[in-house]
C-alpha cells in the first residue's frame, strides 16, 4: 500500500512539474478561475509573442505595401509572389493571433476542465493529449507525465487552449 501511494504521488508530482502548476494554481483551477501564478506566467508569454511579432512586422508590411505599391501597375506579375506574400503576412499574424487569445484569457480569467480517459498519441516528434474530441499538442515532458488510457481532469483556457493543470482521477 506504501508503494502504490508513493507510485500515486510520483504520478501528480510529475503532472505539476511538466505543466508547471502548483496546489493553489490547481485549487484556483477547480473552482474555474487562474491563480496569480498563472496570469503573471500568461502575461509573460502574451508579451514574448508581442515581442516576437512585432520586428518581424515592421519588416515585413514595409515589404507588402511595396510589393503591392509595384504590382497595381503590373498585375500579370502577381502570381505566385503574390502567394508567397500572403503566406508571409499570415505567419506574421500567427504570434498575434496568440497574443489576442491570451489577452481575452486574462481578461475573462475563466478556466473550462473536461474529464475522461487520455488518449496518448505520438507522430514523429509531435506528441499530443486527447481526450474526448479534444487534443492539445503537447512537449514531450507533458505527454510523458500522463499515463495513457488513464482518467484525467485537465483544465485549460478556453480562447488560447492553453492547458494550466492536471488532476489524475485514480480508479479505486
Excluded at 504521488?9 to 491563480?35: I, P, W, Y
Excluded at 489577452?103 to 506528441?127: F, H, I, K, P
Aim: glycine share 8%.
Amino acid at each position: 500500500m506504501g508503494k502504490e501511494k508513493s507510485k500515486d504521488h510520483s504520478l501528480e508530482t510529475d503532472l505539476m512539474a511538466a505543466l508547471d502548476f502548483t496546489v493553489m494554481g490547481l485549487g484556483a483551477n477547480q473552482d474555474g478561475h487562474l491563480s496569480q501564478q498563472q496570469k503573471t506566467r500568461l502575461q509573460y508569454e502574451r508579451k514574448q509573442a508581442l515581442l516576437f511579432a512585432i520586428p518581424i512586422s515592421l519588416v515585413v508590411i514595409p515589404i507588402a505595401l511595396l510589393f503591392l505599391a509595384y504590382n497595381v501597375r503590373h498585375p500579370a506579375e502577381w502570381g505566385y509572389g503574390g502567394i508567397g506574400l500572403g503566406l508571409l503576412l499570415g505567419f506574421t499574424l500567427i504570434p498575434f493571433r496568440r497574443a489576442i487569445r491570451l489577452t481575452r484569457d486574462l481578461r475573462a480569467n475563466r478556466v473550462e476542465a473536461v474529464q475522461g480517459y487520455v488518449s496518448l498519441d505520438m507522430n514523429g516528434s509531435q506528441c499530443s493529449v486527447t481526450i474526448g474530441n479534444q487534443t492539445w499538442q503537447v512537449n514531450k515532458n507533458v505527454f510523458l507525465a500522463f499515463k495513457n488510457g488513464d482518467p484525467y481532469c485537465l483544465y485549460y483556457l478556453p480562447h488560447s487552449r492553453t492547458l494550466l493543470s492536471a488532476e489524475w482521477l485514480r480508479e479505486e
